[in-house]
């Protein structure tokens, strides 16, 4: 029992040591953006503002041609909420048929699809540009809400889940003679809300997260997401790391708000995607 | 009789709904095929062209990869020779960490301590942040004026500008990003593990370290392995961190290969795309051949 207790008083100072690690910065961060650039410059080490400013928001987000830091946030919203919708049907749909229906080369297709997800997708990059460019999608929401629900990923997690439900609802259903559509749209939708909502949350983060992809299908100021945004801030005040800040803690807001409302199903899901995997 | 007409009836029903199905599949199918098929295979064979992302391209054989293997004095070579140098730095120095620190945290949030939801919130939290918002962050933390870390240890360290600590710098923002979904994982395969085996243990007078070695690690083994393929995989494409917190410096050292790739096809002048898939296709089967190996050596023991 005394050995117990040694080895959990070691474990919560570790994890003291930690937690202070991985808030220390966001803190700082976030007590920074609240300073004055004078002050940051001038006043030497201080971990809280001696004045109190909100001239970094106001800057950025009031009248702001060059950095548009609201159109940005704005892009970013309506792309990842289009994106999320898009993979939502995409994904159940064709998650309902593995799972459920029956027609030719089904196993083949779907070990097919599982087995194109070791592909390393680096290779696909510069050809799904030149895709995008002859759709005319560059510069457009589009290029980013579309590409992604190429995945297999999601189907595989909903088919998952979908396999465990009792087939006897359906089977009951058919015997009622209802078709494929009403089995799927008034039995099964309403059982898989639980696993839509996680693929859901990840679809949502991962979009608004993206970097790589938008650096590439935007130029234009106006029309990128705000990840992009936020290099192009970067380039512009790199001598004004309070504004910077500013501008950071905005990109991080979504889905800081969504893991505080969704917590649990963000945690529940990891072990529900490793299991189905590993 | 009756089962005669039943065959019928079922077979013509089979057919009606093996029509549906398709439907039921084909909006995935269509944007798998055109998003990634294609482009898969079109990227494959880019990489033996020369080509600029709007004219025709043209077909040139292996002539990529010689001048990105053999020709010396080719700016390509030694961007390829750098750029996979430093991705693989950057992924033996990164993923160990990425393995080890949620393992510890797994491990020590297992104890139950108090406020353990708490901890695993904030630990978990970094990785549904966009990589551009935490460097800029880690930008100010690394600061070599006025950054908390100098300003605390009274030093003047210029992290992101000399080697090794801009190296330090990499794997540090890269952890602190990364490392949430390992550890959820590695907590949930710790719970998963019978009290007993400890317990026996415990009678036969194990120590803590032989407990870990000989019971913990051979239990979570599935979830080691699965969490180091990914890891490694996800680390392979690292872009964002150096980009924006070191800038490929100092001297280039920490240019990983994504970031030529990215310069070579979508950069400021003329794009040399051909060359570019090629690069993109050698880091491709790099990535796979390494997943090949962790599986190979982590599976087979028992």
Redesign the interface.
């Known amino acids: 029992m005394k050995k117990r207790t040694i080895?959990?008083v070691v474990?919560?100072i570790?994890?003291i040591i930690?937690?202070a690690?991985?808030?220390?910065?966001?803190l700082?961060?976030v007590l920074?953006s609240f300073k004055s650039e004078m002050e940051?410059?001038t006043a030497?080490?201080k971990?809280l503002p001696i004045e109190w400013v909100l001239t970094n928001y106001t800057e950025l987000l009031v009248n702001n041609t060059s950095t548009p830091l609201v159109k940005w946030f704005m892009n970013s919203m309506f792309i990842s909420v289009s994106h999320t919708l898009l993979v939502l049907?995409?994904?159940s749909?064709?998650a309902?048929?593995?799972s459920r229906?029956?027609?030719?080369g089904?196993n083949v297709?779907f070990s097919f699809?599982l087995a194109?997800m070791?592909?390393?997708?680096?290779?696909?990059?510069?050809?799904?540009?030149?895709?995008v460019?002859i759709f005319g999608w560059v510069n457009t929401p589009l290029a980013m809400i579309?590409?992604g629900?190429?995945g297999?990923f999601n189907?595989f997690l909903v088919k998952q889940f979908m396999d465990n439900i009792p087939k006897d609802f359906d089977e009951a259903a058919q015997i009622d003679g209802a078709?494929?559509?009403t089995i799927?749209m008034r039995i099964i939708l309403p059982l898989i809300k639980p696993v839509l909502l996680v693929v859901a949350l990840f679809s949502f983060?991962g979009s608004?997260?993206d970097?790589?992809w938008p650096?590439?299908v935007f130029n234009d100021i106006e029309k990128m997401p705000?990840?992009?945004g936020?290099?192009l801030?970067?380039g512009m005040y790199q001598a004004q790391?309070t504004l910077?800040?500013a501008?950071?803690?905005i990109?991080?807001i979504p889905?800081?708000l969504?893991?505080l409302f969704a917590?649990k199903y963000?945690?529940q899901s990891?072990?529900l995607s490793?299991g189905v995997?590993? | 009789m009756i089962t005669s007409m039943e065959k019928t009836k079922t077979a013509k029903k089979s057919t009606t709904k093996e029509w549906s199905a398709w439907l039921f599949v084909a909006p995935h199918l269509i944007i798998f095929a055109i998003f990634f098929l294609i482009p898969v295979v079109f990227g494959i064979y880019i990489s033996f062209t020369d080509w600029d992302l709007f004219n025709a391209p043209t077909f040139v054989g292996l002539d990529n990869y010689k001048e990105l293997f053999f020709n010396v004095d080719s700016t390509f070579y030694t961007q390829l020779r750098t750029g996979l140098t430093n991705t693989f730095i950057f992924v033996l120095c990164a993923v160990p960490f990425c393995i080890i620190v949620p393992l510890l945290l797994a491990a020590a949030l297992n104890t139950k301590p108090f406020l353990s939801k708490v901890f695993q919130s904030i630990f978990y939290m970094p990785s549904l942040f966009a990589i551009s918002a935490i460097v800029i962050i880690w930008t100010l933390v690394f600061n070599v004026n006025y950054g908390p870390i100098n300003s605390i240890f009274n030093t003047s360290t210029p992290w992101t500008g000399t080697q090794p600590y801009a190296w330090i710098a990499l794997v540090v923002v890269t952890v602190w990003w990364t490392i949430g979904g390992n550890m959820i994982i590695y907590q949930a395969a710790l719970n998963g593990i019978p009290k007993d085996y400890y317990e026996a243990a415990d009678i036969d007078g194990a120590t803590a370290v032989q407990k870990f070695f000989k019971i913990t690690l051979p239990s979570i083994r599935g979830q080691i392995l699965y969490t180091v393929v990914m890891t490694t995989i996800a680390q392979f494409n690292v872009y964002g961190q150096p980009l924006m917190l070191t800038g490929g410096g100092p001297n280039n050292s920490t240019r990983v290969l994504l970031m030529y790739i990215q310069q070579n096809a979508f950069g400021s002048g003329q794009s040399i795309a051909g060359i570019a898939s090629a690069m993109a296709v050698i880091l491709g089967v790099c990535i796979m051949i390494v997943s090949a190996i962790q599986f190979k050596f982590l599976r087979v023991k028992r």
Do not use: C, E
């Open positions: 080895s959990s474990a919560f570790f994890l930690m937690a690690i991985w808030l220390v910065p966001l700082y961060g920074t940051l410059m030497g080490f971990i049907v995409v994904v749909f064709s309902f048929a593995y229906l029956q027609f030719r089904k297709l699809l194109t070791m592909f390393p997708s680096v290779v696909n990059l510069i050809p799904l540009y030149k895709i460019d579309v590409p629900a190429a297999v189907i078709g494929d559509l799927f983060t608004w997260n970097f790589l650096s590439i705000i990840t992009s936020l290099q801030l970067q790391p910077l800040m501008g950071a803690l990109a991080i889905t800081f969504l893991y917590q963000f945690l990891m072990s490793v995997k590993g």
